[in-house]
């Protein structure tokens, strides 16, 4: 009941600490992440892929990724003082933890590909850049975009630690109830950020979808693969 | 908020890497993993108790599949950092809060392994051994479960592995293995030497479980072995 209170009341609607600016600064953080994450990751995977390598990097960066605590990593980035406290630090902690999904995920899409489907866009006169445009990539999106999401997903959930080095987002109301001891401001803030999670997972499920060749659609009826199935 | 030193050395001498640090705090550093390894161990063998009965059920009930693996789907998208403070009311500031959320998280893993190894045994197999007259019991403890046994364990080791890591974020109510050190190193004026031997020693502890149960893994199948010969 203290909760509906909270979440009715008006003065949390708005200014710097309202859920509406709190929200918009965890989504800045993981749209900010994300992209760099994306520039890196993306053209390095999408060629290693094309040459048919990097399947071990891919998988060795991904064990890697999982051995090292993302709290560690934040919290060394917000004590080196170039960097300091803040969101900077927590944006590029964002960013290379997102890098191991986007990774494995693109070379197992790029590497999925059949060598004979190639083959006969390279009998029907493409190009090399037209093969990998318009066969190689399409045929790999749903490897990707699954990527994508899961990066994106976990970048949004981890943003939240944001607020444990002196960030914004929605862990600020997590971290400053346990200050605190305010007990509704802890629920409030983890219940704020379990949706947006959920939210970000529903949008790219969606995005998937619509950006998955037609074709392929009937294929992927079952689960969609997730990074970390039997590797 | 970082607040002013206790115990941290003067800004001009904060190394990183401090052996004297090792050395001068060796029990901390004891006591914490000895913490974060039964955490750890706990909250993945909660998230194997519930897994293998959901497992064997989902495989009977083959409606149950969808739903059981989309609400673990949906619980792993919640992050650690809100699980614990969603579960903080329940259990208060207590291991439990910790070792539950955790086990959340190895449940999805280990469960789809499961059901992903056990589905990939070969059919023929199955009707081999029945047509040897095994009953339902023998051939899913003689044959699916040793033929699926290496997917298995590949799901427990990167639970396992993932769950090193995520032990940190127990810091916030007071559990968090290395993780209490890394927090409270960063509180102390930034005590490097102790943030970055704790974070070592929690990337240390992750390789050690997973260089054990890929061992494991390895052994579980002797048809993988003889091929590497």
Redesign the interface.
């Known amino acids: 009941m203290e909760l509906w209170a909270w979440f009715t009341d008006p003065a949390h609607w708005s200014g710097p600490n309202g859920i509406p600016v709190r929200t918009w600064e965890q989504v800045l953080m993981s749209t900010l992440a994300m992209g760099i994450a994306l520039g890196v990751a993306l053209p390095v995977a999408v060629l290693l892929g094309h040459l048919r390598r990097g399947v071990l990097l891919a998988t060795n960066l991904s064990n890697v990724g999982r051995a090292v605590p993302t709290l560690g990593v934040l919290i060394i980035l917000a004590s080196v003082p170039s960097i300091g406290v803040g969101d900077t630090a927590a944006v590029l902690a964002l960013a290379l933890f997102a890098i191991p999904p986007l990774m494995t995920n693109t070379v197992a899409g790029m590497t999925s590909v059949d060598p004979d489907v190639l083959d006969a866009g390279r009998a029907m006169g493409m190009t090399a850049g037209q093969r990998l445009l318009r066969v190689e990539l399409p045929l790999a999106a749903p490897l990707i975009l699954a990527g994508i999401r899961t990066a994106a997903v976990q970048v949004v959930a981890t943003a939240s630690l944001a607020a444990l080095v002196g960030g914004g987002g929605l862990g600020r109301y997590v971290v400053d109830g346990f200050a605190l001891q305010d007990g509704t401001l802890i629920l409030a803030g983890a219940i704020l950020t379990a949706l947006l999670a959920i939210t970000t997972e529903g949008l790219f499920a969606l995005l998937e979808r619509v950006a998955t060749p037609r074709a392929l659609l009937a294929r992927q009826a079952h689960l969609a693969p997730i990074a970390d199935v039997l590797t | 908020?970082?607040r002013p030193g206790i115990g941290a050395p003067a800004d001009a001498a904060n190394p990183?890497i401090s052996w004297d640090y090792v050395t001068s705090h060796l029990d901390d550093l004891a006591a914490a993993g000895r913490e974060h390894v039964l955490l750890t161990v706990s909250a993945v063998l909660l998230a194997l108790l519930v897994a293998f009965p959901l497992a064997m059920l989902v495989r009977r009930y083959r409606v149950l599949m969808g739903p059981a693996?989309g609400i673990a789907g949906?619980m792993y998208?919640?992050?650690?950092?809100?699980?614990i403070?969603?579960l903080?009311?329940v259990f208060g500031l207590s291991p439990l809060t910790v070792v539950l959320a955790l086990a959340v998280y190895a449940l999805l893993?280990v469960l789809?392994?499961t059901v992903?190894?056990l589905d990939g045994v070969d059919p023929t197999v199955v009707d081999a051994a029945r047509g040897m007259g095994m009953d339902r019991r023998g051939i899913l403890w003689r044959v699916e479960v040793p033929l699926a046994l290496p997917?298995i364990l590949?799901?427990i080791r990167?639970a396992t592995?993932?769950t090193?890591?995520?032990v940190?974020?127990g810091?916030?109510?007071g559990y968090?293995g290395?993780?209490s050190l890394?927090?409270s190193?960063?509180q102390q004026n930034?005590w490097?030497a102790q943030?970055?031997t704790?974070?070592a020693a929690?990337?240390l502890l992750?390789?050690l479980f997973?260089v054990g149960l890929h061992w494991l893994q390895r052994r579980s199948e002797p048809w993988g072995r003889e091929r590497a010969r």
């Open positions: 908020m970082p990183w693996l949906v998208t919640i992050p650690s950092l809100a699980l403070s969603l903080w009311p893993v789809r392994n992903v190894g997917a590949a799901g990167i592995v993932s090193v890591g995520l940190t974020i810091a916030l109510v968090g290395f993780g890394i927090l190193g960063f930034f490097h943030i970055f704790a974070t929690c990337v992750a390789v997973e």
